[in-house]
Nanobody, 115 residues
Framework: QVQLVESGGSLMQPGGSLRLSCVAS????????VRWHRQAPGKQREWVAL???????DYADSVKGRFTISKDNAKNTVYLQMNDLQPADTAVYYC?????????WGQGTQVTVSS
């Protein structure tokens, strides 16, 4: 059973920085794509960032220039560096990894941005 475990969520003040981690139980170097998504209270889950097997990276417009996705294959870990956090970034953040045609999701980590 593949497992993804996110960590790093916290309560932050606006303008702060945070790095989320997602540790996979499988070798992520073979993953077709790794993504971060988020779900704010009362809203649908939305895609935030992706990094695919050929190292193509893309971001949602709402986070471009502030968030950075990366991965460390040796540690089977995907990261999301979040800078200049804003209250609108408050959400549960989920890691998503695709091996072959199968999607795997983590349990999520809460990020709250408030003054």
């Amino acid at each position: 059973q593949v497992q993804l475990v996110e960590s790093g969520g916290s309560l932050m003040q606006p303008g702060g920085s945070l790095r989320l981690s997602c540790v996979a139980s499988e070798d992520i170097s073979g993953a077709r794509v790794v993504r971060w998504h988020r779900q704010a209270p009362g809203k649908q889950r939305e895609w935030v960032a992706l990094l695919n097997r050929i190292n193509m990276i893309d971001y949602a417009d709402s986070v471009k220039g502030r968030f950075t996705i990366s991965k460390d294959n040796a540690k089977n870990t995907v990261y999301l560096q979040m800078n200049d956090l804003q209250p609108a970034d408050t959400a549960v953040y989920y890691c998503n990894v695709v091996w072959g045609t199968t999607n795997y999701w983590g349990q999520g980590t809460q990020v709250t941005v408030s003054s």
